[in-house]
């Protein structure tokens, strides 16, 4: 024990803070980009104890499951087409996940004009996309559908589609908000100030990842 | 994909064209996997399909979207690698949900 470096010398709480702070850095990103990152792959774990929870109690039901096809159909014209309203709602997301990319793209340029548009636009599509999931969750709840029965089959249905789809509408809902907390900051020209429009590409990795979930829902929820 | 020079750390500009080919790949993706259902495809094979889609459609999200593509690889490993012990959590509530099955199976049935 006799040949420390002068951080081991300093009493414990001062030594976690001098390491802590110690001018060192492992990723070389804008730390809010590393620390979203992070959140990310928290988030990641959540939506797939979710999904994890929902494949465990659709296995182990003695019921049929409801078919996602004809539950989330809509009868149009006459005629009942399969699953319509969440092809929509998934061409809406994607839409906006490319409104953002392109956002983040013009963000870079220091376009601020079109930075700002683009990211009303994706926020805009970001609440069509809520504005549907409302009317679809209506329509369930009108048809019986609650978190421990529906008409159609195993009641476990309910209560896996309301804590999934809620879930994620909750991040659409709280990601539209972010989206335009940040493009009033662009239109007011801090980024230009600070000089850098790094932040715009942060909110862009927030926004891709609620896509990105969607991806997992739509192929396991509604598909399977 | 990624011919372009390294970029300068932690700043991500790439040209235009290169979002617009993965939108539009991403909707063809999307189209496919609703495509599936639409037809009825069942089965092995619709299983298979929805898989593909999905797993392309997440990676060009993460690789292009995302910029993960162009990030070092200590941010690719610290990203992606822990999510990885997630398909242990999958495969014990596979095995679970199979054995909750069969247990209610005899019980219930008799």
């Not at chain 1, 104890?49 to 929902?54: A, E, K, P």
């Not at chain 1, 049929?64 to 149009?76: A, D, E, K």
């Not at chain 2, 898989?51 to 979207?65: D, P, R, S, T, Y």
């Amino acid at each position: 024990m006799a040949h420390h470096d002068h951080a081991a010398a300093l009493p414990p709480l001062k030594q976690v803070a001098a390491d802590y702070a110690a001018d060192k850095q492992a990723f070389p990103v804008p730390w809010g980009k590393a620390m979203m990152w992070i959140f990310l792959v928290s988030d990641t774990f959540i939506f797939t104890c979710f999904l994890t929870g929902y494949m465990n109690v659709r296995i182990s039901t003695m019921d049929s499951w409801p078919n996602p096809s004809q539950v989330f159909g809509l009868h149009l014209f006459g005629t009942e087409v399969p699953l319509l309203l969440i092809a929509i709602m998934t061409f809406v997301l994607i839409t906006s996940s490319g409104t953002m990319a392109l956002a983040v793209n013009y963000g870079y340029r220091k376009d601020r004009r079109n930075t700002v548009l683009l990211l009303c636009a994706t926020a805009a599509l970001g609440a069509m996309f809520v504005g549907m999931q409302a009317f679809e969750w209506t329509k369930l709840i009108m048809e019986g559908v609650r978190p421990w029965e529906n008409p159609w089959g195993a009641p476990q249905f309910g209560s896996a589609f309301f804590m999934i789809t809620g879930f994620h509408g909750c991040h659409v809902t709280g990601g539209v908000i972010y989206l335009l907390v940040t493009a009033r900051r662009v239109a007011s020209g801090f980024y230009d100030r600070k000089g850098t429009y790094e932040t715009v590409e942060v909110a862009g990795l927030y926004w891709h990842f609620v896509d990105l979930v969607w991806v997992f829902i739509f192929a396991f929820f509604y598909l399977w | 994909m990624t011919q372009t020079a390294q970029p300068a750390e932690g700043h991500q500009q790439h040209p235009l064209t290169v979002y617009l080919w993965i939108w539009l790949l991403l909707f063809v993706l999307s189209a496919f996997s609703y495509m599936v259902d639409y037809f009825h495809v069942q089965g092995m094979l619709r299983w298979t399909l929805i898989i593909v889609f999905m797993l392309l459609k997440a990676g060009l999200i993460v690789a292009i979207f995302m910029h993960m593509a162009w990030e070092r690889l200590a941010l690719k490993f610290t990203i992606l690698l822990p999510p990885l012990c997630l398909l242990v959590l999958i495969g014990f509530m596979a095995i679970e949900g199979d054995y909750t099955f069969l247990t209610r199976g005899a019980a219930f049935v008799r």
